[in-house]
């Protein structure tokens, strides 16, 4: 089951951050947050993950709140290509299966 | 070079047909895992797959079974194929056991008529 809350979709302009909220209220001491997106007719991709720290990478930076409650994903120059499913996910690692749950998604849109 | 490859692409068969979908991974990975996106696009895991340990999502049907011939393959057996199967598969791989990075294929579109 889902163990977090997206909004389902959202616009961005081209250049513009992406800033994609998710909420994982329940989130446990050993969970950490992941971000996945999905072109559409393609594959998963990994973006970023992070436990409490907030995290930057080549793809995105992640920011996590001090009580872990939510994070953000910031695409800091949104292109068109990074229109997407984006999917927020908490799991714990170094355990075994079922634990990589994709739910809804926000759907962001960049816009020329 | 294609790190998750699947074949193939597109399958469209008869109600129950038997059919297999192959993955291959080029990334020296040990873990390695079939997951099912519906209609709904809700991405669900089926399988995953780790030196020779399986691990089953208990709501996949007995007739998927996946086969491991080596470590950097994994395929898809489906028996007697119903039309609630018609979804897109992918398969993935990851270094070890719950490693943070899955690395997807490009994903087996599936036509059950």
């Known amino acids: 089951d889902a163990k977090t809350t997206q909004p389902t979709s959202m616009d961005c302009a081209e250049g513009r951050a992406a800033n994609l909220p998710c909420n994982h209220s329940?989130?446990?001491?050993?969970?950490?947050v992941y971000w996945y997106r999905q072109i559409h007719s393609q594959g998963p991709q990994y973006i970023i993950h992070?436990?409490?720290n907030n995290e930057t990478n080549e793809m995105a930076s992640l920011i996590i709140t001090e009580d872990r409650k939510s994070s953000t994903l910031i695409l800091p120059h949104a292109t068109l290509r990074d229109t997407a499913v984006y999917y927020c996910i908490v799991r714990v690692p170094e355990t075994g299966a079922n634990n990589l749950f994709f739910g809804t998604g926000t759907r962001l849109t960049v816009i020329p | 070079d294609t790190a998750v490859s699947q074949t193939p692409k597109y399958l469209v068969t008869q109600m129950g047909n038997d059919k297999s979908i192959k993955c291959e991974q080029n990334?020296?990975?040990?873990?390695m895992y079939w997951y099912k996106q519906d209609s709904k696009k809700f991405l669900k895991i089926m399988f995953s797959y780790n030196n020779k340990e399986l691990i089953i999502n208990e709501t996949v049907p007995n007739r998927f079974s996946p086969k491991s011939p080596d470590k950097a393959h994994l395929n898809l057996h489906i028996n007697s194929l119903e039309l609630g199967d018609s979804a897109v598969y992918f398969c993935?791989?990851?270094?070890?056991?719950?490693?943070?990075?899955?690395?997807f294929g490009p994903g087996t579109r599936l036509l059950v008529l």
């Open positions: 992070g436990l409490k």
């Open positions: 993935a791989s990851s270094q070890g056991w719950g490693v943070e990075t899955q690395y």
């Open positions: 990334l020296g990975h040990d873990t």
């Open positions: 329940t989130i446990s001491g050993n969970e950490y």
